[in-house]
């Protein structure tokens, strides 16, 4: 799972981001409102905290930014502000919770858990598809064999969801490029082949004989 930490204050931000790695979480860190909002563009992480008074775009456009592209992704706020307006405009916005500073660290755990137990439900993980003894989990871009886990890109879940929704067909080179990249990229198959060869490495028990990842010669790639 990873949480996007967004607050101006360098030492409640450091004490923060310690905290969560602590607990097993991967971790973003953003100085001001801008830097969050670059961050969550480009990795789509599975919850913000974010402080409301921040420099260049405050936590409450943050999270109404967030909001109009996506309507489930728990926002937490943490913030020293205890006006019952501030409340209410940050739940208004599509907050899940309100945090007042000072908090404890296992006020912010507990908090934390809870918002990702109501919108990951069972394992906290989210949906789940099988590859094989492979389990995906698309939400949080992971995968795992047993009791081994690794973590995915966006784009590599992008590439497993493709093969499993096409299960015993061969998915060609065109079609991995338009969805994977889309159609404003321009790459070759050469990159794709690359992509293929890095996550096979993550995700086949022998590399050297892909179980998950097959390759069809003159077409591209099939699961199963």
Not at 114 to 127: F, M
Request: aromatic share 6%; net charge negative.
């Amino acid at each position: 799972m990873t949480i996007l930490l967004a607050e101006d204050d360098p030492l409640t931000l450091d004490a923060l981001d310690a905290c969560l790695q602590d607990e097993g979480f991967r971790t973003l860190v953003a100085a001001d409102g801008k830097q969050a909002l670059e961050l969550w563009t480009e990795h789509r992480p599975q919850l913000l905290c974010l402080d409301i008074m921040m420099p260049e775009i405050d936590g409450f456009e943050v999270c109404r930014r967030v909001r109009a592209t996506d309507a489930a992704v728990p926002i937490l706020f943490l913030s020293a502000k205890n006006e019952e307006l501030d409340v209410v405009v940050g739940l208004g916005l599509g907050a899940d919770d309100f945090i007042r500073k000072p908090f404890t660290r296992a006020e912010v755990i507990a908090r934390i858990r809870a918002a990702l137990r109501r919108s990951y439900p069972a394992n906290g993980r989210g949906r789940c598809f099988s590859m094989q003894d492979l389990k995906v989990y698309p939400d949080a871009l992971m995968a795992e064999r047993g009791e081994k886990g690794v973590e995915l890109t966006r784009r590599e879940v992008s590439m497993l969801e493709l093969l499993h929704r096409n299960a015993g067909l061969p998915v060609s080179r065109d079609a991995f490029l338009d969805v994977c990249w889309g159609l404003d990229y321009f790459p070759d198959s050469r990159t794709l082949d690359q992509h293929v060869l890095m996550l096979r490495k993550k995700i086949e028990a022998d590399p050297a004989r892909p179980a998950i990842i097959a390759t069809v010669r003159g077409t591209g790639y099939r699961f199963g």
